[in-house]
C-alpha cells in the first residue's frame, strides 16, 4: 500500500509552454500533498502545500503564479509549471500524507517528474 | 538557514560493513526524525523513523540513533551491500507545524564489493 503515482516520469518542452504534472495517490486518500524541486545532488526543496479543496501554501521564494498548484480531490494534486524557462528544468516530486491505523503519519513521495525546458 | 546538518556528504564503505550517517538539528520543537533512501531519477523512499522518546530503533539491517541532549541522530546500515548505494536523506518534523519536512543535504553512499 500507500503509492503515490507521478505522470508524466520525464517531459521535455520549448520555453514559454505551460507544462501539467499529476500526482495520485492510488491506493489511500490524502488531505494533504507536498511539492518538492530537487536540483541535481542537491537536497528536496519544499514549495509548497496542496490542501484539498483551498488554496496551495506556498514556500517563500516560490512564484504562485508560476507554480500553479490545483488539489481537486483527495486522490489528485497538479502543478502547473506556467510559461517555463529553461531554469525551471529539474527534478519534481510529490508526497502524499496519510495516517495509517497504528502508524505515525507518514509522507509518501511519488517516483517524481524530470523537467527538461529547452 | 540550514535546520538540518547531514555528515558526510559522501561515504564509501566495503561490503559487509557498517555505514554511518550523521545528522544534527537546531529546532528542539522537531519530534519527528524519518530517514529516507533515494535511488538516481526516483522519488525518496521512507527507511526509517523515530521520535525523541526513545533512543534507538531497529528495522533490520537499519538502526536509527537518537541523542536528544545533543540534537543529534544517526542511520547505521549493517552488513552493507552494493544494493544500498544511494543517496540518503535524514529530515525532521514538527508535528502540526503544518507537517513541513525539513530534509538534510544527503548523503551519497556506495557500497564497494
Known amino acids: 500500500g500507500a503509492v503515490v503515482s507521478q505522470h508524466p516520469s520525464w517531459v521535455i518542452c520549448k520555453s514559454g509552454t505551460s507544462v501539467k504534472i499529476e500526482c495520485r495517490s492510488l491506493?489511500?486518500?490524502?488531505?494533504?500533498m507536498f511539492w518538492y524541486r530537487q536540483f541535481p545532488k542537491q537536497s528536496l526543496m519544499l514549495m509548497a502545500t496542496s490542501n484539498e479543496g483551498s488554496k496551495a501554501t506556498y514556500e517563500q521564494g516560490v512564484e504562485k503564479d508560476k507554480f500553479l498548484i490545483n488539489h481537486a480531490s483527495l486522490t489528485l494534486s497538479t502543478l502547473t509549471v506556467t510559461s517555463a524557462h529553461p531554469e525551471d528544468s529539474s527534478f519534481y516530486i510529490c508526497?502524499?500524507?496519510?495516517?495509517?491505523?497504528?502508524?505515525?503519519?507518514?509522507?509518501?513521495f511519488g517516483p517524481g517528474t524530470r523537467l527538461l525546458v529547452l | 538557514q540550514q535546520q538540518v546538518k547531514q555528515s558526510p556528504q559522501s561515504l564509501i564503505v566495503q561490503k559487509g560493513g557498517i555505514s554511518i550517517i550523521n545528522c544534527a538539528y537546531e529546532n528542539t520543537a522537531f519530534d519527528y526524525f524519518p530517514w529516507y533512501q533515494q535511488f538516481p531519477g526516483k522519488g525518496p523512499a521512507l527507511l526509517i523513523a523515530?521520535?525523541?522518546?526513545?533512543s534507538e530503533k531497529k528495522e533490520g539491517r537499519f538502526t536509527i540513533s537518537f541523542n536528544k541532549s545533543a540534537k543529534q541522530f544517526s542511520l547505521h546500515i549493517m552488513d552493507s551491500q552494493p544494493g544500498d548505494s544511494a543517496t540518503y536523506f535524514c529530515a525532521a518534523r514538527v508535528t502540526g507545524g503544518g507537517n513541513k519536512l525539513t530534509f538534510g543535504t544527503g548523503t551519497q553512499l556506495k557500497v564497494e564489493l
Open positions: 508526497s502524499a500524507r496519510t495516517i495509517f491505523p497504528g502508524q505515525q503519519e507518514t509522507q509518501y
Open positions: 491506493d489511500f486518500q490524502a488531505t494533504t
Open positions: 523515530i521520535r525523541p522518546d526513545v
